[in-house]
């Protein structure tokens, strides 16, 4: 999809609530390495203690994701789980968990950074994994050449890779809350099809509704922050005096402006910008763009094919060879 449909021409204050904290907190689930190559990654927490103390234990498990709409960083997907009992006390009545994009930046950090921290409660009792789409990788899947794989397919991969992770590392999940993309019904017909001995529940606004859902909501989010902050200092490192591209949203001022100042005319930007967002494409392929670039495609020498060489019965042979290198052979010298 192109960003007009994803960017949801954020306000002033959903901007900010989008924008990182300054210095967010950088969870286990940031590899600066792939990152910085453009590779898609997932991360997995540790079990927590009270799983691997009692494999039986029923959990509950929530998904959501941060940075859909964006053009710079990547899409993350989140999964959270703990036991059912405790579901709303902890992290509710304890925690106050709430979907990332009411929170603050600095309050979703803080609460990250609980969870990643030995000995809390969180810690002992939560797990959590993430997957992290690559701008690179989002473009080239909505790119391709031969069908494209589109946001919506990518993001149901990402759900079933960490699901399925969860899963095969012993963790006894019987029921999965779901924030919906799309129609509500059909989403969750193919999840359930995939997974038919969860209980799963997709709805629309679920990181509001369910806990487990906001504390993946948080996952992801933070994750996403602390993302873009390692691209913005690796860049900052690479001599841009100051990375301000806001929260990477194409309805964010900062964002369009620090695109338009960092263009390449040829390449464009690295692997942090979505070049299949019409944010991108626009700015590329622009009046303001002075260098134009034409990529030829690339036929067979001669337009010649494999099964030219091959002769059906009864055919007759063309005498190819006789016009090679641009002068007519005649029989007497072969």
């Not at 997995?44 to 940075?67: I, K």
């Not at 950074?113 to 990788?137: I, R, Y």
């Not at 993302?227 to 964010?252: H, Q, R």
């Not at 067979?300 to 060489?309: C, L, Q, W």
Request: hydrophobic share 40%; with cysteine; glycine share 8%.
């Amino acid at each position: 999809m192109a960003d007009s449909l994803e960017d949801q021409n954020l306000d002033s204050q959903q901007i900010e609530l989008e924008t990182p904290a300054d210095g967010v907190f950088q969870p286990p689930s940031i590899n600066a390495q792939k990152l910085l190559r453009g590779i898609s990654y997932s991360h997995f927490s540790p079990l927590p203690q009270v799983v691997q103390l009692d494999t039986q234990t029923e959990c509950v498990l929530g998904v959501d994701e941060a940075g859909r709409g964006p053009v710079l960083g990547p899409m993350v997907y989140g999964v959270f789980y703990l036991p059912k009992t405790i579901e709303t006390s902890l992290l509710a009545d304890t925690h106050h968990f709430d979907d990332s994009k009411v929170l603050t930046p600095q309050t979703r950090s803080n609460l990250m950074e609980t969870l990643c921290t030995a000995d809390t409660d969180l810690f002992t009792q939560c797990g959590w994994a993430t997957c992290a789409l690559s701008a690179q990788s989002i473009s080239a899947g909505m790119m391709q050449p031969a069908g494209s794989y589109n946001l919506n397919a990518q993001a149901m991969d990402a759900t079933i890779e960490l699901v399925r992770g969860v899963l095969d590392r012993g963790v006894n999940v019987t029921e999965m809350y779901v924030d919906t993309i799309g129609r509500p019904e059909v989403y969750q017909r193919k999840l359930q099809h995939v997974f038919p001995n969860l209980k799963i529940t997709v709805a629309k606004k679920a990181d509001s509704l369910y806990p487990c859902v906001s504390a993946a909501s948080v996952c992801a989010k933070v994750t996403r922050d602390a993302a873009l902050e390692t691209c913005a200092e690796a860049i900052a490192k690479a001599g841009v005096d100051e990375v301000a591209w806001g929260s990477g949203y194409p309805s964010d001022a900062r964002c369009v402006t620090w695109l338009k100042a960092n263009m390449d005319p040829v390449f464009g930007w690295g692997p942090e910008c979505r070049f299949s967002w019409g944010t991108s494409k626009e700015l590329l392929e622009g009046k303001k763009n002075p260098l134009k670039v034409d990529w030829p495609v690339e036929e067979d020498e001669n337009g010649m094919k494999m099964t030219s060489f091959f002769v059906g019965k009864g055919e007759e042979i063309d005498d190819e060879l006789a016009d090679w290198y641009g002068k007519r052979v005649g029989a007497e010298v072969f």
